[in-house]
């Protein structure tokens, strides 16, 4: 007899370039946590190419979901619930993990639900922190994704602003590309950054006086594709570490001073990190500083959970089917579902 509880949570995450499966034990314990990273897969490319993410989520998935089981030590038959990344991300990829959690959830009599994969980013921190208190200012920052949000409470969000052009892990991916430095480039970048002086390159930092909560990061990337354009056009070097920690100081300086003034402007006193971008070393220690500084709480994701995985959507999952939430069958991939949709 199955309970409303959710003691065991399948998790499914296949939205772009890693397959993953998590099992969640009573909301917190994760009792298997499996990615399987497809990013040498797409290295040759430069970026990820669809068609060949969904042939590789097939392959990988049935694996994965088989040793979450073991290691977890249950069987498909202790599973209560079923969550699985509905969007955004890549159609064809989504379909994998959606139509795997349907034929199980169908076939074992359980509930299922298809969860939004940037609030599952958002709910990183539910398995990073212990007590987490409404409300919280969000800065959601990934891939394809850069938005303030006001979270009011479980699965109650209003988003303040976004990004009107490149979400800023995209920034990160393109000027590494440029750079040479490969895909995926934010960490890339951001350990290269460590090692320059911030200083050394001039880059424009882009001001909206229109959107207050809105973020461009499109004119300072082409500022670095124009620099290393001029400097190759006259045969002379660039300091890539430099480049890099300039680079990185404008887009981690607008990140942190337009999350902390959104705070303060709403009156919140807590800032909550998610998404990829929120593993980036200077992003963590610019909003650590100026958190301690203004006196506001500030949750960051442990640097495990900041990147795509399934915990993070289990964990959304548990909140959302224990509110009583559920899909049926009819679910279908929402590849350009917003951040606070
Ligand atoms: O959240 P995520 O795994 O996938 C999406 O939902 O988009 O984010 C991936 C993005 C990539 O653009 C990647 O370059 C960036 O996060 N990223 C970083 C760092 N680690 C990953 N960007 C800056 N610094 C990092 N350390
Ligand atoms: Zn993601």
């Known amino acids: 007899m199955k309970t409303e509880t959710f003691q065991w949570v399948l998790g499914i995450e296949s939205s772009c370039d890693e397959t993953a499966v998590a099992i969640l034990h009573e909301g917190k314990t994760l009792a298997a946590d499996l990615v399987a990273s497809q990013i040498d897969l797409h290295q040759a490319y430069g970026g990820v190419v669809p068609e ?12 994965l979901i088989d040793q979450a089981m073991k290691q977890a030590g249950i069987t498909l038959q202790d599973l209560d619930g079923i969550v699985v990344s509905k969007g955004p991300g890549l159609v064809g990829a989504l379909l994998v993990g959606i139509s795997t959690a ?11 639900l298809g969860v939004n994969h940037m609030e599952g980013h958002i709910y990183a921190n539910w398995l990073s922190h212990e007590d987490i208190a409404f409300p919280l200012l969000g800065l ?14 479980h699965g109650r969000y209003r988003l303040l602003g976004q990004t009107r052009d490149d979400a800023a892990g995209e920034a990160y991916d393109k000027v590494a590309r440029a750079m040479g430095l490969g895909y995926p480039g934010g960490s890339v970048i951001d350990r290269l950054a460590q090692k320059g002086q911030a200083g050394s390159y001039a880059l424009p930092r882009v001001q909206l006086k229109d959107d207050p909560w ?3 990061f499109s004119g300072l990337k082409t500022a670095v594709l124009n620099l290393l354009n001029q400097k190759a056009l006259k045969g002379e070097d660039v300091n ?3 480049l890099a920690a300039a680079f990185q100081e404008k887009v981690t300086a607008t990140l942190t001073e337009k999350t902390l003034a959104a705070a303060k402007a709403h009156g919140i006193s807590s800032i909550l990190l998610a998404g990829g971008v929120a593993a980036n070393s200077g992003l963590r220690q610019k909003m650590t500083a100026a958190c301690q500084e203004a006196g506001m709480k500030l949750y ?16 959304a999952g548990y909140y959302r089917l224990g509110a009583g939430l559920r899909d049926d069958l009819t679910l279908n991939a929402e590849p350009a579902l917003g951040t606070a949709e």
């Open 52 to 63: 060949l993410a969904s042939r590789q989520h097939m392959e990988a998935i049935n694996y």
């Open 214 to 216: 809105g973020f461009s």
């Open 140 to 153: 959601i920052v990934s891939g394809g994704h850069t938005a303030l949000m006001v979270l009011e409470d």
């Open 300 to 315: 960051l994701p442990h640097l495990k959970y900041c990147t795509d995985n399934a915990a993070m959507i289990a964990c």
């Open 240 to 242: 890539k570490a430099d």
């Open 102 to 112: 349907k034929a199980l959830a169908y076939s074992l009599g359980i509930p299922f």
